[in-house]
């Protein structure tokens, strides 16, 4: 397909565009679904700067990464702009996802909302204890960790979310990777590596409750 | 106790500084908790800088909010700058947290390494469910969500933290707030309203998921 097939396509040298743009995306994207939730419908970049702490600026130079968007002096419309920012961030697909770790998170992850919500389903689930293997969590069946490459061979799934203690989240990263697995979110608090190619976040459920200890020292 | 009493006191006018800031110098801590464990004493902001994402010049800018730290061309004290940061956020007392929610994602976060390590503490459960009330996790005692004000009485504690089903979020936060609580981490995936003077995070554990996919498009 040639950069001219689909004129809202998205450029294709996405691999130089900086992480924290792609963070400040992800914030934009939130915005623009929250005041589509309010109601709106179109937006100037001054008011989505005003509800991300994200300066009008950084918003204009962050967008322009991937071609131009919106009419300078008329706002965005909230619709087009949802729908740019999914394209860009990938999510105008469905994604399958590969869990580790059947435990209390593993299960509270099989069943929260936001990520069907969204376009992710987990659809299969793989633990190292033989008491959880064999036993579905809702419609999300568990398999011993050792089969992770012979299951994932048939599902080729991408993405793998780690939810095991931390001595044993390097080992999950490790088999995530070697079942194909290129992306990963990582919920045990300590840092893993993954080879070159394989993009990994660490959810840190600390850093969001230090922010809180703040506003409680400073009243 | 008088601003010269303790020449590393942080200045009393925090309501002033931006919630992006705020948002910052907890990215600031990560990576200097991060270049202490990989074995580093000192660091200028330019190291900081290209670890975090962040520019130098902003790293300056945020920290002078609260007084003058490190000199010019030096370098900072990593050791130093964590403490100072700890400080900052008011990082440097042990902190109770109280749980509504007895859950799959409840009993996740009640036996979070995480927490326990930077000094938060969940000292007690609320939930509805029956069943899950009288029974402890771990440490953890469960109570009924009707008692969580009158446990709180004497527990006196500020903080609160959120796993229930979405459409339960709205009250559990409501309970909190009619307890004492004045700062509260929210993992339902639904925005929650809360009065003035009282501090809520959204945790939005999709929006990580997102910014994995960014990636996965990209490659």
Redesign the interface.
């Known amino acids: 397909m040639s950069a001219h097939d689909d004129e809202n396509k998205?450029p294709a040298a996405?691999?130089k565009?900086?992480?924290?743009t792609?963070?400040r995306?992800?914030?934009y994207?939130?915005c623009v679904r929250?005041l589509r939730?309010e109601g709106g419908e179109t937006a100037s970049s001054a008011e989505i700067a005003k509800r991300t702490?994200?300066n009008a600026a950084q918003l204009r130079k962050d967008l322009s990464y991937f071609g131009e968007f919106g009419k300078p002096g008329l706002g965005y419309d909230l619709r087009a702009l949802e729908a740019h920012l999914s394209r860009?961030?990938?999510?105008d697909v469905e994604?399958d996802?590969l869990l580790v770790g059947a435990?209390?998170?593993g299960?509270?992850?099989s069943?929260?909302?936001?990520?069907g919500?969204?376009g992710?389903r987990i659809v299969a689930a793989f633990d190292i204890d033989t008491e959880k293997v064999g036993a579905a969590m809702g419609a999300v069946p568990v398999y011993d960790l050792t089969q992770l490459s012979r299951v994932n061979a048939e599902m080729k799934t991408?993405?793998g979310v780690v939810?095991v203690?931390?001595g044993a989240a390097q080992g999950a990263v490790e088999a995530l990777v070697a079942a194909g697995v290129?992306?990963?979110?990582n919920f045990a608090?300590v840092?893993i590596k993954a080879p070159s190619?394989v993009?990994v976040?660490n959810?840190?459920?600390?850093?969001?409750?230090?922010?809180?200890?703040?506003?409680?020292?400073?009243?």
């Open positions: 998205v996405l691999f565009v900086p992480q924290p792609i963070e995306l992800s914030a994207l939130q929250t939730d702490g994200i860009i961030m990938g999510l994604r996802v435990g209390n998170l299960r509270a992850l069943s929260y909302a936001g990520f919500r969204r992710f991408e993405v939810a203690p931390a290129r992306a990963i979110l608090p840092s190619g993009t976040r959810v840190d459920l600390t850093s969001q409750m230090e922010i809180l200890s703040y506003y409680l020292r400073s009243k």
